[in-house]
């Protein structure tokens, strides 16, 4: 095996320990993938206050316990604690930052009692960006790069680029700043700024100052070394369409050369039907009559009758607007119109928790409302629908489409982002699912009723998207040799 890199992969989320969506799964798994090809890649996560130590195996580092650190003029106690995570075959170390003034209570970003934004989320994710710093003289192991994951981590290259540009263990370190949603940005009043230490030439429409705010996540994008984003296509929507750009146009425009899209994987340990141990009936893509019993089990927990003639339509998603909910609600009685049943999972905005609970009681024959958060559940609509939908406005990767495609669930999406990086249309040899193009209820709609009509009309042809879905191999070797590559690259500009 060649000699990799020795990486930090610093991320607010890192599944099982905490996950608002999918940035925690790919924190799982791409640097277990990365570590599987020869790289050394350790993660750096806070640890927040929910977290149960003994069922997750987090353990105490001695010489890591009760140091401290100072931030905004007051000196801060903090801890690295040490714990692992595991595939099959693959493994990577996680520590896990503990500190009482800013990662005690229970909640990642919202306090889990209140469903409020924590307001000193700034000073939270200034504190880690410091912290991942200065860890890094007590850790006795040096990273060649820090891959640094969303706006949560921004800071991260703007400290090492300025204030750290000295030293003599950090300055020579480079950054990979990967976008997982341009749209999160980490915003803040102007006077947020001056608690980060940072000189102020660091503060600049050019670097950290975004229409008057102070923007972690512009400033990720100004001072790392490299920038990705999680698919080809999303790259250069946001570089090239102001809709997608979400104000960054000009700053990503200047950063063309250093921009590129590296799309995700999906965890084969946790997501593959043939040994999904939260389904009733495992299957592979030659045994799919078992994929209708999964139908008729999820179907049977509702209460819900089972026909082969009536398609299931699943959904899993965070009730935002990203996801299409407009064009969901704008089109639902003429979608319930249809011979279908559909079940949808979700949690988010309030709006739409309370219109598709409303939705349920108008057609409660034919969907089922799930609100909350269930990884079972959503193993089981993978498994038990024949469509999946997901209209996304925009979609920088996206999961459950690869999900669906994996366990032969159809998906019918709009052509963007990541979407349109893995959905084949269904009319290509190798078409695999559904796509519209205008983000427009009408253009949803047509492409519904057209996988309803093939679906319904026309088996065999349902069978080869099936087919096709389940045989494209969505592992994270392409992506994590792809990342390899882009390390090598910034570390030989090192030198
Ligand atoms: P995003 O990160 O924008 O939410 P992705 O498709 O990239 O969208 O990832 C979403 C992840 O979160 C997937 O693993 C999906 O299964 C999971 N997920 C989203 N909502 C729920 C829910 N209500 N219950 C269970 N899992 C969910």
Redesign the pocket.
Known sequence: MPKGFNVLFVSSEV?PYS????????SNSLPQALNSIGNEVRILTPKYGQLDERRLQIHEIKRMKDLSIEFNKKKHKFSIKSSFIHGKNTKAQIYLLENNDFFKNKGIYQNIRTKKDFPNNDERYMFFCKTVLDVLEVLHWKPDIIHCNDWQTGLIPAYIKTLYKDHPLISDIKTIFTI??LAYQGNFAKSSFNKTGLPSEAFSDETGMLNGKFSFLKAGLAYADKIST?SEKYALEIRTDKNYSCGMEKLLTKRKNDLVGIL?GIDYNV?NPNFDKLIPYRYTNQEIPLKYENKRELLNKYKFEYSEDIPLIGM?????D??GFDLIVESFDELMNENIQMII????EEKYQKFLLKMKKKYPKKLIV??????E??HMI?AGSDIFL?P?KY?????????SLMYGTVPVVRNTG?LSDTVNDYKKKDGNGFLFENYDSKDMMKAIKLALKIYLTDKNKWYDLIRNGMSHDFSWKASAKKYTALYKNIVASRK
Request: proline share 2%; with cysteine.
């Open positions: 599944y996950k608002t969506g999918g940035l925690a799964d790919i997982h949603n999680v995700n997501w899993i998603t965070r009730l935002v990203q996801k999972l979700g949690a988010g799930h609100i909350g958060y269930d990884e559940l959503a993978e997901m996304s979609e920088p990767c996206g999961l459950n489409q690869m999900y990541g």
